[in-house]
């Protein structure tokens, strides 16, 4: 049987305008390490360094060479992609053991902080990577990757509390939307900056110019985070409340995690649509972080081509997620993540098809990308907050950012591996299908209203 929950934790507290505002600016402030670092310039630039420690040429069309990370030997091109899949193995460890310290500590915010700053902080130690420190670039995406998600988990555990289950869906689109816009600006400016300052047939000048571009992402994520920091407030949730003055919050924090382990069986169908989530979002989340590198390796597009793709896809996402926020407020989160899902597999079908050196086709797929990408995301955050127990949000947020913004793992680690064994970035792509097909099927399976009403939660009008 589920646990008894007060009613009284049911109602969200009363939030205001300059709150939400504040939440939203967090997306604002992080959506520049998603887009300038994970979906256009860290890929390249990190690959490009690795292929140069295998001691392959720089600027070279192709590169077949090995580098031996601890003694394991690793093809050049696919070093990146395997990195992605070790992060989202630590944030197993990491993101619900965050999320269950949130729940019980009663300075939430300061979490925020430390997770964020951390975050920055490694993305800005980029100006170091130069020459064939692929090592180095590992390590320091390996920690601002983890201090990214574990921020997310905090900064999502938020939304119940800023609306009521009708709200959400709202709230949560608007949060990404503003995201995009943030993102969206920075990536404007880089690409600006690789215009003008971009020498034909200098290679070394377009990697120098990826890795101050990393760096600007680090320095405006620390930059706006100050602001959510100071508009939003803390709304402790009961269990941080009865712990005040006993007890230490990172000792509750892990003894509170093993108690929902040990009882999460209790929830059976907010389970089954977290797993749903972690397919689906999975292939989306390695179809955003791998573009540029299959655009880059397989296409041989340009570094501009693939900024003004990308600056296309966050200006585009910015009226997606809105859109698609407002079909949720007629036919549901549920129906209309559903829908989006059939988009995503026509977009990989269609992505396999593109002709190489053709950068009209590939602009014209990451438009349709954009529609699609916001809503699909942005809803899923808000139907999983209709799905947790009260006053557990941190946690069951921190199982949820396994596969959110960046940290997917088997996406990757099937890309890597196909490519490994087959030097071809087009069926690497491929084998996401299965990641949309099967999350399609997990997700239409989910009795969304009998989920909400189990985990002790009013629905909304429309599902």
Known sequence: MAET?????????????????????????????????????LGPFLTTVTELAAGCELGADSCEGYVHPLGIRVAAGS??????????????????????????????KRLLAIAAFT????????AFVAGERYLLGGALFLVANISFGAAVVVYNSFLPQLGGPDERDGISSRGWAIGYLGGGLLLALNLVAVTMLSEEGNPQRTLDLARWSIVSAGVWWAAFTLVPLRWLREHPAAAAAARVGGGNVLTDGFRQLGHTLRNI???????????????YNDG???????????????????QSTLITTILLVQFLAFGGALA?????????????????LVLWTGVIIAAFRLPAEAPLPFMVLGGAIGLVLGGSQALSRSLFSQLIPAGKEGEYYGFYEISDKGTSWLGPLAFGLVFQLTASYRVGLVSLLIFFVVGFALLAAVPIRRAIVAAGNTPPRVL
Do not use: C
Not at 91 to 96: A, C, D, G, R
Not at 119 to 124: E, F, K, N, P
Not at 324 to 340: H, M, Q
């Open 265 to 279: 069986k209790a929830y059976p169908l907010t389970l089954f649509f977290l797993l749903a989530f972690l397919v």
């Open 5 to 41: 929950v007060s009613p009284t934790l049911h109602e969200p507290p009363s939030s205001t305008r300059r709150e939400r505002r504040g939440w939203y600016l967090y997306d604002w402030a992080n959506s520049a390490f998603q887009t300038t670092v994970i979906t256009v310039f």
């Open 119 to 126: 975050g920055a902080g490694a993305t800005t130690a980029f």
């Open 324 to 340: 698609l926020g407002a079909l949720a407020g007629r036919i549901g989160a549920w129906k209309t993540v559903l829908i989006s």
């Open 79 to 108: 070093y990146y992609p395997y990195l992605i899949s070790l992060s989202v193995f630590l944030t197993v460890f990491v993101l619900p053991v965050m999320g269950a310290i949130a729940d019980r500590s009663m300075h939430k």
């Open 284 to 302: 989306i989340q390695t179809v955003i972080t791998l573009a540029s590198q299959y655009g880059t390796k397989e296409l041989r597009l340009g």
